[in-house]
């Protein structure tokens, strides 16, 4: 498994996005560009199986009438020739045929990322039942575990390369309920980065 972690420097207003939305706009604006970095770099016979994202934003609410921001976390995980059909598709019905065969977890609870409206549709968010959930929620635990450690999983052969990459990404725009955390000192202060690592040991 090929991991990439990343900080998104952002703030999403849990008032005016609902975890559904916020997770979208980190995957749109991070994890999607970063995915398609990876497919066209990676080479094809490089023994992995999957693609896993970690990427940390921040959210804005209100606890007890007091102003409160904390991390949330984005976990996303593709396997392999699902990314390459996520990283090519050229139509919110193909990209969201792909994202419905990968694992997305936010803040660490199980969740159907759907690309257009507020939330997935009740049909599509049933599909998984709790059981399968916690299922996937354990495998997507244990893959991220064994990559930290460096150890591949039974049967998962990993790739023998470690390397880290620090990819800026601009957004301009960001629209209600999204902050920036600040900027790199130069250019517009409106802009975020994302610093983001590649990952890949045994």
Sequence with gaps: MLEITGNYYISYSAKMLNGNQRARKSYEDVILPLLKIAVARMDRKAPFAAYAFEISHHVRSKTLKI???????????????????????????????????SSVYLNGEPLT???TGDDAPARAAG????????????LADRRRRACRRSRPLPGHVEPRLIFYVIFPVICFNQGPGVTGH??????NPGQQQVHSGFRAAR
Excluded: C, I, Y
Excluded at 182 to 187: E, I, Y
């Design 67 to 101: 102003n409160t921001e904390g991390a949330e976390n984005l976990v996303m995980v593709f396997p392999r020739a699902v990314a390459e059909r996520l990283a090519a598709a050229k139509d919110v019905d193909t990209a969201q045929r792909a994202l419905l065969e």
């Design 182 to 187: 600040g900027h790199s000192g130069t250019g």
């Design 127 to 138: 599909k998984l039942r709790v059981s399968e959930r916690r299922a996937a929620h354990a």
């Design 113 to 115: 990322l759907w690309l």
